[in-house]
């Protein structure tokens, strides 16, 4: 089955990230397709490269990053939310004239339409929030 | 089958418990995760109101349960799933409501 | 393009939150991909929908005179749970009047909201296929 996944809260401060990286990782293993990952509101805080939590913890925006690597997942960051934020990929700092961008490899900033897009074409679409 | 609801909130720190249970029609279930799986521990009033919701199912995230030490707290009706069971139920009804 | 039932759920009140302005931002992208939409305001969701909001003197945007385009943009179900209201001592008086024009009706005006029970809302969440929570 296609899968779509919406997390809608940050890292850390949340549970949610965790619980759909959780459901993201069961739902590869059984065999199911993850058509795209998409992270709204303070979610799209989980696609910073400049976390560095202690080395007990889990490191959130890795953990999604490898994810991404290791099955070829589309991450999307939704743009209005990044940019209210401060979350940029290079082009989108370059556009906006700064020198320095924060979104992790694995992640791509994008509009809207991607969620309602990832609703039309899923079979299932689950939220995680908050 | 019927829509799956989700709730992650303590039925002791939010209405989204209760909110939840007016919209779970007959064939539907209700997965408890993160902070909602108090609402499946004993002598609490969720629990009671669990048992009384006839024609509806639930069931409980067992990771989040076992994380926060309740697993032997768990009331009766009340089915536990891990991750792959949450996939499941995902997979088998017909959508998902995710009551945040 | 296939067309799907989708659901937006508003359970948040306004300012407090930012849940509210930006599930709004969703439904005026989506109305965009022709699909079936139908909103629903439930618990503190209804306070969205207040008229005479004014938020100058908190320092944010009054996103409330949206909700009044939404009919422009062929949303036109919107479910507000008469129980809700009622809990919070609201009526639909005090919610904004929003209302769309029928094409095929030459252009008669129709009210968007339906004021519908907990029951009835439920009937028509089961039917989605599609929702969105915020």
Redo the contacts between chains.
Sequence with gaps: MKFSIQVNEGPYQKQASDTAYQFAKAAIAAGHEIFRIFFYHDGVNNATKLAVPPQDDRHIPKLWSELSKEHNLDLVVCIAAAQRRGMMDADEAKRQGFEDNNLIEGFRISGLGQLIEAGIESDRLVVFGA | MGLLHTVNKSPFESNTFDACLGYALDGSTVLLIEDGVYAATTGTSAAEKIKNASGVTFAVLGPDLQARGLESKLADGIKVVDYEGFVNLVAEHDSVQSWL | ??V?K?MY?N?KAPYGT??AL?SL??VL??A??D?DVSLAF??DGVYELTKGQDTKAIGQKNFSPVYSALGDYDVNKIYVEK?SLEERGLTLDDLQHLVWEDEDEDYAEKDSIRLVS?AE???V??E???????
Aim: avoid cysteine.
């Design positions: 393009m296939a799907k989708f759920v359970r930012v849940y930006e931002e969703v992208i989506g965009a991909f699909q439930i618990g129980e907990r809302l439920a009937d969440m089961s989605q296929e599609i929702i969105l929570s915020f």
